[in-house]
């Protein structure tokens, strides 16, 4: 599975460095809806400010879970190893020149229980 570390892109600065949303982007964002309207994709994708809290290793990517009951998301960095087999579904991208790499991916529940049955085997295999 490729991730964003491995493209060539500059990474996202950090949420206290990054630009906010200003009038100067309103341009942007028109042209932005009218490539989405013309693709008939308004309702299936959307825009999303770069951004990172902290680092995260080569061999990670950032999985998105959902806690529907409590009504909760987190993102977290995950091993990319992890996810090798399993359903997933890339929720967002970041574009570079000629170059489109998934930033974050979600899984179902099923999926969910088995990547902590693994994770804790490795920890358990680890601390042998």
């Given at each position: 599975m490729k991730t964003i570390l491995e493209s060539t892109l500059?990474?996202?600065?950090h949420i206290t460095e990054v630009e906010k949303r200003s009038e100067k982007d309103d341009a942007l964002f028109v042209e932005l809806t009218a490539v989405l309207k013309k693709y008939n994709a308004l309702n299936r994708?959307?825009?999303?400010?770069?951004?990172?809290h902290f680092d995260i290793s080569q061999d990670e990517c950032l999985l998105e879970e959902t806690d529907v009951e409590n009504r909760k998301q987190n993102i977290q960095?995950?091993?990319a190893n992890l996810l090798r087999d399993e359903k997933i579904t890339e929720t967002s991208w970041r574009l570079g020149d000629g170059f489109v790499a998934p930033a974050t991916f979600c899984?179902?529940?099923t999926t969910r229980k088995?990547?902590?049955?693994r994770a804790a085997l490795d920890k358990q295999g680890s601390d042998v």
């Open positions: 500059t990474p996202p600065k994708f959307g825009i999303t400010l770069l951004h990172r960095p995950i091993s899984v179902g529940r088995r990547l902590a049955l």
